[in-house]
């Protein structure tokens, strides 16, 4: 943001007598010095990092500080991102040297996590560490690590956003789900993948999670395990899981649902990581207010 600031001045001198009087006007342009997020971005050299650094350049209010990946180091992350002019700010592999050259800065800084598992309480604790708030998009991380950086994050009392997702797709799609199961006895999951080397998918998983211990045991005359064709049980009420996996397959999960009569589809696809920016952004500027851990991004919308 910038601020614009006028002045008017009345400049009279001695001039003939039909000469007219003109005023002089002056404009300049300030920097605005609030609200401003200073954001670096841990795994810059992935397709989510790439678009991540794109996507908070072009945003209101931030700038990018920083660019950490054991990928094409020394390289200018502009370049890396095929952006029209580079940024000036090379990808270096060690995150601590990166916050230690912006943790002087007044503005608020936030670090965007895209890297593994067994990385990110170490990440976060650095980030902490130099007065960073973080955004953590790492699938999988275990419920061990979450309960660790809440406790860390709330005797720090520096904000932290796990985010399971950050599709806001995903979580409309999930909150329709919950909706649902509150009216409906079967439940069925497919989703399909062009690449997959976990399966169910994150995705999947959190939506089972979120459908269980409702009160509800779905699909009762046919809780049976025992044909593999039918997919996979998650957790103890019944939810299954089918999972496609084929090259040139869009990244899409359905959930049936179904009662006498009828049935409910909720469906959602993704076509490009674009769809993860919007959310991206808004989690950057929700957790520059958190002292605390929050873990999902739904908690926001």
Do not use: W
Not at 55 to 78: H, Q
Not at 99 to 107: F, P, R, T, V, Y
């Amino acid at each position: 943001m910038a601020t614009l600031s006028c002045q008017f001045h009345l400049a009279i001198h001695r001039l003939p007598c039909k000469a007219r009087v003109r005023p002089c006007f002056s404009c300049s342009v300030q920097p605005s010095q609030s609200n401003i997020k200073v954001v670096v971005i841990n795994g810059a050299a992935k397709e989510i990092g790439r678009a991540a650094v794109i996507a908070v350049t072009k945003a209101r209010g931030m700038e990018v500080a920083g660019a950490v990946d054991s990928y094409c180091v020394g390289e200018d992350i502009g370049k890396v991102c095929d952006m029209e002019e580079p940024l000036e700010i090379p990808i270096m592999n060690d995150l601590t040297m990166v916050l230690g050259s912006i943790s002087q800065s007044k503005e608020t800084g936030v670090v965007v996590d895209f890297t593994q598992p067994s990385a990110v309480y170490d990440n976060v604790k650095q980030a902490t560490a130099f007065g960073l708030r973080s955004v953590v998009y790492v699938p999988r991380i275990t419920v061990d690590t979450i309960s660790a950086l809440s406790a860390f994050c709330e005797k720090a009392s520096m904000g932290c956003l796990v985010a399971p997702t950050l599709s806001i797709g995903s979580i409309l799609l999930q909150q329709a789900a919950i909706s649902a199961s509150f009216h409906y006895n079967n439940v069925e999951i497919v989703e399909s993948r062009a690449h997959a080397t976990d399966l169910p998918s994150p995705d999947a998983i959190q939506i089972a999670n979120n459908l269980s211990n409702l009160g509800q045991i779905y699909n009762r005359e046919d809780l049976s395990t025992d044909v593999l064709a039918r997919g996979q049980v998650l957790g103890e009420d019944g939810v299954r899981v089918h999972s496609m996996v084929l090259p040139g397959l869009p990244s899409s999960t359905t959930v049936y649902f179904s009662g006498p009569g009828e049935v409910y589809t909720i469906k959602h696809d993704i076509t490009d990581v674009q769809c993860l920016m919007p959310g991206l952004l808004l989690a950057i500027r929700k957790v520059a207010r958190l002292k605390h851990l929050v873990y999902g991004l739904e908690k926001f919308l």
